[in-house]
């Protein structure tokens, strides 16, 4: 149960890091075109 929602915690930070990473992506390669 515990291993569980520390897996659940963990992948939504995942989630979060990657998305935010795909937007500073997004927004820099916008600002160089």
Do not use: D, P, T
Not at 12 to 23: R, T
């Amino acid at each position: 149960m515990l291993n569980n929602i520390c897996g659940a915690k963990y992948w939504s930070w995942v989630g979060a890091f990657s998305l935010s990473l795909l937007f500073w992506c997004q927004l820099i390669w916008l600002a160089l075109h």
